[in-house]
């Protein structure tokens, strides 16, 4: 605005000085009433000119500045329109995961169980299904059969002895309700259906913290967790 400023201060100062040339003309001329007049028309012509440049001016410096106001905003929106682009796109990301993983548990939980190959001893006839096989592992396993009640016992607080048992709260899966239940695929990747390769973790991870089944059990029975 300081340079419009200057311009129209310029024009003025020219048509000032005009002013005075021709007033000094004219005044040593014979028809000084007519000629005061023509300078008056001449002088008003220059300072409309001026005026009108002025504006004009102006007018261009408030438009480049709502160019640069729309240029702006344009831009503002574009950004925006990323934005939302990349949120949605993370958002269906995360939506087929969630519908991954739930394709995935119910593929589990309407797999049939692998049925146990192995020799069940006669002191494990007493038992049925997944304790059966679990008490068979036990023995297996180097432990006595007068830990398996023990094991009977604390499984069947925990999971019931189903295999595919889910903590809806903590996620832990199976019958020994490993958390979380991947850690079984340490064993076998079938973990999430057979019953021998969770019992044969769960097995494990006994013996390794607490020596014997009947040594979880009684952890279990003074902190309700083992």
Request: charged share 25%.
């Amino acid at each position: 605005m300081s340079r419009l400023w200057s311009r129209l201060g310029a024009r003025t100062a020219a048509v000032a000085l005009l002013s005075v040339g021709v007033a000094g003309g004219f005044y040593l001329g014979e028809d000084r009433e007519t000629q005061q007049q023509g300078l008056t028309e001449q002088v008003s012509v220059e300072v409309d000119r001026a005026d009108f440049a002025y504006q004009r001016e102006r007018q261009s410096a408030h438009q480049v500045k709502f160019a640069q106001q729309r240029a702006a905003e344009y831009q503002a929106k574009l950004r925006a329109a990323q934005a939302a682009k990349e949120a949605a796109e993370r958002a269906r990301k995360a939506e087929a995961a969630a519908a991954s993983r739930k394709r995935e548990r119910e593929a589990a939980a309407n797999a049939p169980a692998k049925p146990y190959t192995g020799p069940i001893p006669a002191s494990c006839e007493e038992y049925s299904g997944n304790r059966k096989t679990g008490c068979a592992m036990t023995i297996d396993a180097g432990f006595g059969i007068s830990e398996f009640p023990c094991l009977e016992k604390l499984w069947t607080k925990e999971s019931g002895w189903n295999h595919k048992a889910r903590n809806s709260s903590t996620g832990a899966y199976g019958i020994p309700q490993a958390y979380p239940g991947n850690k079984m695929s340490s064993v076998a990747s079938d973990w999430q259906t057979n019953p021998a390769t969770q019992i044969k973790w769960g097995l494990g991870y006994i013996k390794g913290r607490y020596k014997t089944p009947c040594g979880a059990w009684t952890y279990f029975q003074n902190n309700h967790t083992y």
